[in-house]
């Protein structure tokens, strides 16, 4: 006879439930879709709505057929991924890749492991490097973000992200003194007025959706702290050292997808350490694998493939830094 049952993460030992959690961080995440819809139109909407259907319908599908499970779609869970994972595509991807994304997220990241709490790899960011490696020119079409509080025009229908500016200047022998004319202002990166991925536009709408989080207690400072101090560190000891081949550690920040990842991905409960230290070592290690991948990897982001090499130690961080027992003072 079993006298106990103990079941996946996230183990949240208060009032709060997985299904409350889940749409405090839906709700955390409207900013970035409003500034999404703001920036690129009816496709941020459209692309957005398919990857939560898509995520929904094939969670319940393999609950009901597949686990003989109870339908849970109902706590947010799968909407979280396709929010995440739409988020992380460009805005002209073509509808049927964007529910191929979805199927690898869903069908191959969580439900095989057993469903939420049970699977080992941020689900969203499996679906995300699926696709960049099966359609890499689809994934790196970047469309021309609307002037959205200036009003301005924009001539050009795509362009290149910032980072992937740099990557390709540097290429041709250019160096920062000349590129950084080129490259859109702090104040555009806030406010979203540079290319990339549906939620990477603009740091501003991220940060109030993280302080939305913290606020709720849905997520702790430690790994967005964590992230984003190692990364902006590495990268202004880099630039520091030849300011002629490497960009600003500020400019690392609020460009591209780290925010985001630091944010919304690499703080999933399921995915990441339990213990606060667990947590600010994972948080270090994300933020120096970024800018290695950044600076000398071969595609200019480096935030998925950051947090999913990371999500491959959490077991070993929870061995090498255990919770604290009830009752214990926490960080």
């Given at each position: ?12 030992h ?5 299904s ?24 941020a909407?459209?692309l ?18 597949l ?13 979280v991924t ?7 595509v ?5 509808w049927w890749i964007m ?9 191959v ?24 490696i ?6 790196t079409?970047?469309p ?16 290149a992200?910032p ?12 160096d ?12 555009q990166m ?7 991925s549906?939620?990477?536009v603009?740091a ?15 997520i ?5 702290v964590?992230?984003?101090a190692?990364?902006?560190?590495f990268?202004?000891l ?7 081949l490497?960009?600003?550690?500020s ?18 409960m399921?995915?990441?350490p ?16 970024t800018?290695?991948i950044r ?7 480096g ?7 990371m999500?491959?130690v ?7 830094f255990?919770?604290?027992r ?6």
């Amino acid at each position: 006879m079993d006298l106990l049952h103990v079941s996946g993460s996230p183990h949240v030992h208060s009032n709060e439930s997985v299904s409350k959690i889940m749409w405090t961080v839906v709700i955390a995440l409207l900013p970035t879709f409003a500034v999404s819809i703001a920036s690129f139109g009816f496709d941020a909407v459209r692309l957005t709505l398919i990857s939560i259907a898509s995520c929904v319908l094939l969670e319940a599908l393999i609950q009901k057929f597949l686990l003989n499970k109870p339908v849970s779609v109902t706590d947010g869970s799968a909407v979280v991924t396709g929010m995440l994972l739409a988020f992380n595509v460009p805005s002209n991807l073509p509808w049927w890749i964007m529910v191929i994304g979805a199927v690898v997220a869903i069908g191959v990241a969580k439900m095989p492991f057993g469903g939420l709490g049970n699977n080992l790899f941020n689900p969203a960011l499996v679906g995300r490097v699926t696709l960049l490696i099966s359609f890499p020119q689809q994934m790196t079409s970047w469309p021309t973000p609307n002037h959205w509080l200036t009003r301005q025009a924009v001539d050009a229908t795509t362009g290149a992200t910032p980072l992937g500016m740099v990557k390709t200047g540097l290429s041709q022998g250019k160096d920062m003194s000349e590129l950084i004319n080129q490259l859109p202002s702090y104040a555009q990166m806030l406010l979203g007025e540079q290319g990339g991925s549906l939620g990477e536009v603009a740091a501003i709408a991220i940060l109030i959706g993280g302080l939305i989080m913290l606020f709720r207690k849905v997520i702790s400072w430690h790994i967005p702290v964590a992230f984003v101090a190692t990364a902006w560190v590495f990268a202004t000891l880099l630039h520091l050292a030849n300011p002629a081949l490497f960009i600003p550690g500020s400019y690392h920040i609020l460009c591209g997808g780290l925010l985001l990842g630091a944010v919304f991905m690499a703080t999933d409960m399921v995915t990441s350490p339990m213990s606060a230290w667990g947590k600010i070592v994972f948080g270090c290690g994300c933020g120096l694998l970024t800018i290695i991948i950044r600076v000398w990897g071969a595609y200019p982001e480096g935030v998925s493939f950051a947090i999913l090499l990371m999500n491959a130690v959490v077991p070993l961080l929870n061995k090498g830094f255990p919770p604290k027992r009830f009752g214990t003072k926490t960080m």
